[in-house]
C-alpha cells in the first residue's frame, strides 16, 4: 500500500487546516488508517486514527478540535484540523496498518503562528 499525504501548510493559530492522504494498492478489508505527528527533537505520536468498522481513536491533546474521516471507497483517510495552537506544529504522516503491517506515506508539514 502506498500512502499520498497532502494538504499541510502554514497558518495562524486558531486556524484550520485540513489533510488527506490517498492510499493505492490492495486495501485489506479490517485495517486501520489514521495521522501521526513528529515535532523537532520529539517522538512520533498518534494523533487519531480510524478503523475500517469506523471506530476513532484520538489523542487527548486533539479532542474536541480535530476529526478524522474516512471514504473507503476512495481509499482516502482526512484530518480536519480546527482551532490550531502553535503546539500542533509537526510533521504529519499518513498510516495505514493491518494485520500483516503498517504502512507510512510522506510526511507533510503543518506550522501553526503564533
Known amino acids: 500500500v502506498q500512502l499520498q499525504a497532502s494538504g499541510g501548510g502554514l497558518v495562524q493559530a486558531g486556524g484550520s487546516l485540513r489533510l488527506s492522504c490517498a492510499a493505492s494498492?490492495?486495501?485489506?478489508?479490517?485495517?486501520?488508517m489514521g495521522w501521526y505527528r513528529q515535532a523537532p527533537g520529539k517522538q512520533r505520536e498518534l494523533v487519531a486514527d480510524?478503523?475500517?468498522?469506523?471506530?476513532?481513536n484520538y489523542a487527548d491533546s486533539v479532542k474536541g478540535r480535530f476529526t478524522i474521516s474516512r471514504d473507503n471507497a476512495k481509499k482516502m483517510v482526512y484530518l480536519q484540523m480546527n482551532s490550531l495552537k502553535p503546539e500542533d506544529t509537526a510533521v504529519y504522516f499518513c498510516?495505514?496498518?493491518?494485520?500483516?503491517?503498517?504502512?507510512w506515506g510522506q510526511g507533510t508539514q503543518v506550522t501553526v503562528s503564533s
Open positions: 494498492g490492495s486495501i485489506s478489508s479490517i485495517n486501520a
Open positions: 480510524m478503523a475500517s468498522g469506523g471506530r476513532t
Open positions: 498510516n495505514y496498518r493491518n494485520t500483516f503491517g503498517s504502512n
